[in-house]
């Protein structure tokens, strides 16, 4: 009768160790190197009219618009004009802010949309102004936003969030003013 004992050898064994050690590695690797805001979970405003994604965006329910959470202010810490603005929004797009490169400026309309005067996000930055949008946006940056509406050759609409008025300005002021950049949400 033949005696077929098998002796494994130190060999394999430590190849064996190897292997799991390297896949330890790669997947410790791997979670500690992906971004947070893959592991971030999303957060509702009061009223679960938006959904803050953890990443610098958050998502209107109702208009299914996605807005950036800081307006241009509180992301850059000076005010725009107009044109600054849509440069601001190329640079935002040229990284891929919050993974998407289509964001633009949004219309009057759009603006008006975040307009809620029964809630105080906080003052204007530097003044007394009261601004009355959703909490869950980011706190003390521009009252006054401007929007991709023309209003002639020289002057472009905005919107005011203490009234929630649009105003006509020249596009080259920049006084208290900055963009809030918008994305139409693609389900």
Known sequence: MLNFQTERSPLIDSSAIFCKRLVL?????????????????PVQSEDKRFTDHQDGSITDTQTGLMWFKNDSYLQIGHWLSWLESIMYIKQMNDT????????RMPTVE???TL????KVNSQQAGTEMIMYFDPIFGKNGSGSLWSSTSNGAYNAF???????????????NKARKGVRPVRNQIQ
């Open 25 to 41: 590695i790669l997947a410790l690797t791997l979670l500690t190197t992906l971004p947070a805001t893959l592991w971030a979970v």
């Open 96 to 103: 891929s802010f919050a993974g998407y490169s289509d964001w």
């Open 110 to 112: 759009e603006l008006k």
């Open 115 to 118: 307009y809620e005067p029964e």
């Open 158 to 172: 905005g919107v005011v969030f203490n009234t929630g008025k649009a105003f006509s300005s020249n596009r080259s």
